[in-house]
């Protein structure tokens, strides 16, 4: 009877580029999957996370899968490498996350036959940020989005409506086939809602340190707010991502603590004790799936300050949880800061406004429902 049972047990697999990202994104999922029955793999690339992985149980196979990589053979052999795991593990259902592993994965999920495939588009990547993309980039990337989301059991998650709208726009999806999730979510449960700490307001900005993030933009209003004689103190948080061609330098970071118009500290895994002991969150970014980071700011009952861009826009609710700026205009950011820091009742109600959005939107407890919504639909009759 034990054997039987076991034969009907799905198998699931996640494809991530990074095992770290999976762990801080897709982690409550997965947990909640094998919770539900199902038999949990995950591939990523190779990475200090995949330990953690193996000991929280995970069966894990590693890939090559360069994030950053354009060596159109080694793109070739990643492709390759997918195609051969899915064929030997033979999964019921691929959850493809990120841009790579959905463009790769994809493709060899079609080659494979694989049953049931999730993709999950937290960003489009920069050739759809930048609108003077080689237009043969442009191209290329639209055919490879269109053939790994030619699938027969297909349900594409998306974060924000642009996104979706422009892959419907290429022809890449059927409407019957979208479905939309805001974010990863977060557990509410470690993210209190604490009173403004006292003395000089702070502003936090908690991201990987990459151009696309708009750090240059932060640390030139930081600039800006000290010319005025704003007293605050402007906190960028996060690490140099060496992988990553739009990452700033080590030597930018360097002559950054020299100025010392922002605070340094590095990475931080306690971005909650972090926001708790700020009075702003920041996000200038220059487009996003939709950001944790605000997701956690909200949760956190911090009022926020972002740009108006497909994600970051999605993830507030404008002039009742946060303001929205132009992108790249570093002076529109220090007026907007400057107004909050300055209006501290405007600031708290923010924040509790926030927070009741991160209730009503954000729960990890909803956000994994849905996704195992989506996965009882995909194999349903499978």
């Not at 999950?120 to 490879?144: E, I, K």
């Given at each position: 009877?034990?054997c039987?049972?076991k034969m009907?047990?799905?198998?699931?697999?996640?494809?991530?580029?990074?095992?770290?990202?999976?762990?801080?994104?897709?982690?409550?999922?997965?947990l909640?999957?094998?919770?539900?029955?199902?038999?949990?793999?995950?591939?990523?690339?190779?990475?200090?996370?995949?330990?953690?992985?193996l000991?929280?149980?995970?069966?894990?196979?590693?890939i090559?899968?360069?994030?950053?990589?354009?060596?159109?053979?080694?793109?070739?052999?990643?492709?390759?490498?997918?195609?051969?795991?899915?064929?030997e593990?033979?999964?019921?259902?691929?959850?493809?996350i990120t841009?790579?592993p959905?463009?790769?994965?994809?493709?060899?999920?079609?080659?494979?036959?694989?049953?049931?495939?999730?993709?999950?588009?937290?960003?489009l990547?920069t050739?759809?940020?930048d609108?003077?993309?080689?237009?043969?980039r442009?191209w290329?990337?639209?055919?490879?989005y269109?053939?790994?989301?030619?699938?027969?059991?297909l349900?594409?998650?998306?974060?924000?409506?642009?996104?979706?709208?422009?892959l419907?726009k290429?022809?890449?999806?059927?409407?019957?086939?979208?479905?939309?999730?805001?974010?990863?979510?977060v557990?509410?449960?470690g993210y209190s809602?604490?009173?403004?700490?006292?003395?000089?307001?702070?502003?936090?900005?908690?991201?990987?340190?990459?151009r696309?993030?708009?750090v240059?933009e932060?640390?030139?209003?930081?600039?800006?707010?000290?010319?005025?004689g704003?007293?605050v103190?402007?906190?960028?948080?996060?690490?140099?991502?060496?992988?990553?061609?739009?990452?700033?330098t080590e030597e930018?970071?360097?002559?950054?603590?020299?100025?010392?118009?922002?605070?340094?500290?590095?990475?931080?895994?306690?971005?909650?004790?972090?926001?708790?002991?700020?009075?702003?969150?920041?996000?200038?970014?220059?487009?996003?799936?939709?950001?944790?980071?605000?997701?956690?700011a909200?949760?956190?009952?911090?009022?926020?300050?972002?740009?108006?861009?497909?994600?970051?826009?999605?993830?507030?609710?404008?002039e009742v949880?946060?303001?929205?700026?132009?992108?790249?205009?570093?002076?529109?950011?220090?007026?907007?800061?400057?107004?909050l820091?300055?209006?501290?009742?405007?600031?708290?109600?923010?924040?509790?406004?926030?927070?009741?959005?991160?209730?009503?939107?954000?729960?990890?407890?909803k956000?994994?429902?849905q996704?195992?919504?989506?996965?009882?639909e995909?194999l349903?009759?499978?």
């Amino acid at each position: 009877m034990l054997c039987l049972s076991k034969m009907f047990v799905k198998k699931l697999l996640f494809v991530v580029n990074a095992p770290e990202f999976f762990l801080s994104h897709r982690l409550p999922i997965a947990l909640a999957a094998r919770q539900a029955g199902y038999e949990v793999h995950v591939a990523t690339a190779a990475g200090g996370g995949v330990r953690n992985i193996l000991e929280l149980g995970f069966d894990h196979h590693v890939i090559p899968l360069a994030r950053s990589g354009q060596n159109p053979f080694r793109e070739i052999r990643s492709i390759f490498a997918i195609y051969q795991l899915f064929s030997e593990l033979k999964p019921d259902l691929v959850h493809l996350i990120t841009i790579k592993p959905l463009l790769y994965g994809g493709i060899a999920a079609k080659l494979a036959g694989v049953r049931a495939t999730v993709a999950a588009v937290s960003g489009l990547g920069t050739v759809f940020m930048d609108v003077g993309a080689a237009r043969v980039r442009r191209w290329l990337v639209s055919l490879l989005y269109r053939l790994a989301l030619s699938q027969n059991r297909l349900s594409v998650i998306f974060q924000n409506p642009d996104d979706r709208n422009a892959l419907l726009k290429l022809g890449a999806l059927r409407q019957a086939e979208v479905r939309m999730i805001r974010g990863s979510g977060v557990d509410l449960g470690g993210y209190s809602l604490l009173p403004e700490p006292e003395g000089t307001p702070v502003v936090a900005m908690a991201s990987r340190l990459l151009r696309d993030k708009g750090v240059f933009e932060f640390v030139e209003a930081a600039r800006l707010l000290e010319e005025r004689g704003v007293l605050v103190r402007m906190r960028l948080i996060g690490s140099v991502d060496s992988g990553n061609p739009s990452s700033v330098t080590e030597e930018q970071v360097t002559s950054w603590r020299k100025e010392g118009v922002v605070e340094l500290p590095g990475y931080r895994s306690d971005i909650a004790a972090e926001y708790a002991a700020s009075h702003i969150v920041c996000l200038p970014s220059y487009r996003e799936g939709l950001p944790k980071g605000l997701v956690e700011a909200a949760a956190c009952g911090r009022a926020v300050v972002t740009t108006d861009v497909p994600g970051c826009r999605d993830a507030i609710e404008p002039e009742v949880t946060g303001v929205l700026v132009p992108v790249k205009n570093s002076v529109a950011l220090a007026d907007a800061i400057q107004i909050l820091v300055n209006c501290r009742e405007r600031r708290i109600q923010m924040g509790r406004a926030g927070r009741e959005l991160a209730e009503r939107e954000f729960a990890i407890e909803k956000i994994v429902d849905q996704h195992l919504n989506i996965y009882r639909e995909l194999l349903s009759n499978v």
